[in-house]
């Protein structure tokens, strides 16, 4: 059974870069054909994809945050992180890493692993 754990920073300064990762446990992320996510949910709001990296190392992020995103991986230690620069305070969230079948979902239909979530506060 995979499991997936999310690390990191739970305080950021605005302007800053926020950085996170995820450490994945019971199977390979190069494992054919999946994605391996970034999903967040801002206080009151619904779940927002990230960005992605695939089994094999190709990338993918939401548009609107692709010019501040980017999403690398760490076969050796079968993790994946995301940094996300200049961040503000709308960036605040619960930040969750999970496993998929389908880019841009963030429904557990199609996202059958997720870690447990970590909270990122970006206040000064």
């Known amino acids: 059974q995979v499991q997936l754990q999310e690390s990191g920073p739970g305080l950021v300064k605005p302007s800053q870069t926020l950085s996170l990762t995820c450490t994945v446990s019971?199977?390979?992320?190069?494992?054919?054909?999946?994605?391996w996510s970034w999903i967040r949910q801002p206080p009151g709001k619904g779940k927002e994809w990230i960005g992605s990296?695939?089994?094999?190392?190709?990338?993918y992020y939401r548009p609107s945050l692709k010019s501040r995103t980017s999403i690398s991986r760490d076969t050796s230690k079968n993790q994946f992180s995301l940094q996300l620069s200049s961040v503000t305070p709308e960036d605040t969230a619960v930040y969750y890493c999970?496993?998929?079948?389908?880019?841009?979902?963030?429904?557990?239909?199609?996202?059958?692993?997720w870690g447990q979530g970590t909270q990122v506060t970006v206040s000064s």
């Open positions: 019971g199977g390979p992320i190069t494992q054919n054909y999946y994605y």
């Open positions: 990296i695939t089994y094999s190392g190709n990338t």
């Open positions: 999970a496993r998929g079948s389908k880019i841009g979902t963030t429904d557990k239909e199609n996202n059958d692993a």
